[in-house]
């Protein structure tokens, strides 16, 4: 595990399409995100989060998370979904490699290039035109929080 966390550290998204971002939420934040997402059922081991307002000091270009995208994509940089996966020994489960291509959006407006559509815990996703899906980069938290 450890040769691997150590390979990690020498990716570069623009090389190697991943990048390693080491404690990019320090104690405080780890603590300030539990709070933020403690109302989110426990039961299931994931959980699309909707509106996501708790998130937004974390999400936002400024704040500690959307900082990390914003530094990849610019200050433009907005997140478009947010999913809580608890995977422990208790709740697990398998899942093939797969490509996640849709976006959440706040009401359907048919446009040309975009589609299709579902609804997905509530929230309106489509999968928007392939030079869209190309700017996108996705964050993953590490167990530990940061």
Same mark, same amino acid.
């Given at each position: 595990? #450890? $040769?691997? +966390?150590?390979?990690?550290?020498?990716?570069?998204?623009?090389?190697?399409?991943?990048? %390693?971002?080491?404690?990019?939420?320090?104690?405080? $934040?780890?603590?300030?995100?539990?709070? $933020?997402?403690?109302?989110? =059922?426990?039961?299931?081991?994931?959980?699309?989060?909707? /509106?996501?307002?708790? %998130?937004? =000091?974390? %999400?936002?270009?400024?704040?500690? *998370?959307?900082? *990390?995208?914003?530094? +990849? #994509?610019?200050?433009? $940089?907005?997140? !478009?979904?947010? *999913? #809580?996966?608890?995977?422990?020994?208790?709740?697990?489960?398998? #899942?093939?490699?797969?490509?996640?291509?849709?976006? !959440? @959006?706040?009401?359907?407006?048919?446009?040309?290039?975009?589609?299709?559509?579902? @609804?997905?815990?509530?929230?309106?996703? +489509? /999968?928007?035109?392939? /030079?869209?899906? /190309?700017?996108? @980069?996705?964050?993953?938290?590490?167990?530990?929080?940061?």
């Amino acid at each position: 595990m #450890l $040769a691997t +966390v150590c390979r990690s550290a020498d990716l570069t998204l623009n090389d190697d399409g991943a990048q %390693l971002f080491a404690q990019a939420l320090d104690e405080a $934040a780890c603590g300030r995100l539990d709070t $933020a997402l403690a109302a989110l =059922p426990t039961s299931r081991p994931g959980v699309r989060i909707g /509106e996501g307002r708790q %998130l937004q =000091p974390f %999400l936002s270009y400024a704040g500690s *998370i959307g900082a *990390i995208a914003a530094s +990849v #994509l610019g200050e433009q $940089a907005r997140p !478009v979904r947010a *999913i #809580l996966f608890d995977k422990t020994a208790e709740r697990n489960w398998a #899942l093939g490699w797969h490509q996640d291509r849709t976006i !959440v @959006v706040k009401e359907r407006v048919d446009t040309e290039g975009y589609g299709p559509w579902t @609804v997905k815990s509530g929230l309106i996703q +489509v /999968e928007p035109p392939f /030079e869209i899906l /190309e700017r996108m @980069v996705t964050l993953r938290g590490a167990p530990g929080c940061g």
